[in-house]
């Protein structure tokens, strides 16, 4: 049964628009996950702590896995945020900790009709203004029973996920033991986007600049009867400045926190400068498949894509992640022992 959900306001349409982003057809089309590095902290500090206190729980994995299970018994109101969330699974196996997240926005009144219907045109279902419309989504952690550093790895739907409301829910019942979760993704996204470049069959087609905007210096090929200009820079294959833009890429992949400057890396528009364009994108193309990079601040979250038709299990989602979570962890320095894996069962 197909459904489509009118509602009002603009949080509401933001989220329903990621969800038609990641279906087209029926068939999933924007589907990953992303992978942070996760460490704790005492509350109100930055210091790490060893992932085996409090020793008096067995260590942060059981103190997380403890956490969960209360945060189970009830979900989370956010009245500022208009977000409802509630974990509503916990599975723990090895190093793993794997929890089911549902969540939505409320706030808004809204009406859903079944597009499937023979009489589409009859009276929709309402949904009250202090109805959340929830989806779930999945988050597996990565504890080792050793060191300071293990791994968080959040499903995305389009640009849905529930990453910060699942950790503010187990962070909160963190607090009686005194510890705090926190994750970065500065190294394991830098070496995601180095490695993604230097595939052989991604292929660096073009950069993109946009200006909305009056430049800084007053060069600007924008008028008051133009909203926006974009200039579009088609990169000649095999051409030394191809190489030259790929090669820098690259470097600059290595610092994810750093705005790659477009401008001045293709050097052929002098008149620009870095800062005179409130967008840039990198262009590329991988198996047919295009894919824009807006890199204006900065490089963006790398996501890994999940090819499929429907949505992963649990255990599906769990054996698709391991691979890239052992290099992740191999890339942090941990130890990796044995038996780490996590073994999640449907």
């Known amino acids: 049964m197909a459904a489509v959900i009118f509602l009002t306001g603009y949080q509401q349409l933001r989220d329903a628009l990621s969800l038609i982003d990641a279906t087209e057809g029926g068939k999933l089309t924007a589907y990953g996950y992303r992978v942070m590095e996760v460490y704790a902290t005492p509350l109100r500090k930055t210091d790490r702590i060893a992932f085996t206190e409090p020793e008096s729980k067995g260590g942060l994995r059981v103190t997380v896995l403890e956490a969960a299970e209360t945060a189970k018994a009830a979900g989370q109101k956010d009245e500022k945020r208009g977000h409802y969330t509630r974990i509503s699974g916990v599975r723990s196996s090895a190093w793993g900790v794997l929890l089911t997240t549902k969540g939505g926005e409320f706030g808004e009144p809204r009406e859903v009709i079944d597009v499937d219907a023979e009489d589409i045109e009859e009276a929709p279902r309402l949904i009250k203004r202090s109805d959340a419309v929830l989806s779930d989504f999945y988050m597996l952690l990565i504890i ?14 389009g640009r849905s996920h529930l990453t910060a409301q699942t950790l503010r829910q187990i962070n909160f019942h963190l607090q009686p033991s005194g510890l705090k979760l926190r994750v970065t993704s500065d190294t394991v996204d830098a070496n995601a986007w180095n490695e993604f470049l230097s595939e052989d069959n991604v292929n660096v087609t073009s950069i993109e600049l946009v200006q909305s905007n009056k430049a800084n210096d007053r060069t600007h090929f924008t008028t008051e009867n133009f909203k ?29 926190s750093q705005r790659p400057r477009l401008a001045g890396i293709v050097g052929v528009i002098s008149p620009f400068g870095d800062d005179d364009f409130d967008e840039e994108n990198i262009v590329t193309v991988k198996d047919g498949r295009e894919r824009k990079l807006e890199v204006s601040s900065g490089w963006p979250k790398f996501t890994y894509p999940i090819e499929t038709d429907e949505r992963l299990s649990e255990s599906e989602f769990v054996d698709e992640v391991l691979p890239v979570a052992h290099d992740s962890l191999v890339l942090l320095n941990v130890d990796v022992a044995a038996d780490w894996r996590p073994k999640i069962a449907d």
Do not use: C, M
Request: aromatic share 2%.
């Open 144 to 157: 080792p029973p050793y060191g300071d550093r293990g791994l968080l790895i959040s499903e995305i739907k």
């Open 228 to 256: 926006r200009a974009r200039l579009q820079i088609d990169l000649v294959d095999n051409s030394e400045p191809k190489r030259k833009i790929t090669k820098v890429l690259k470097e600059i992949a290595k610092n994810p």
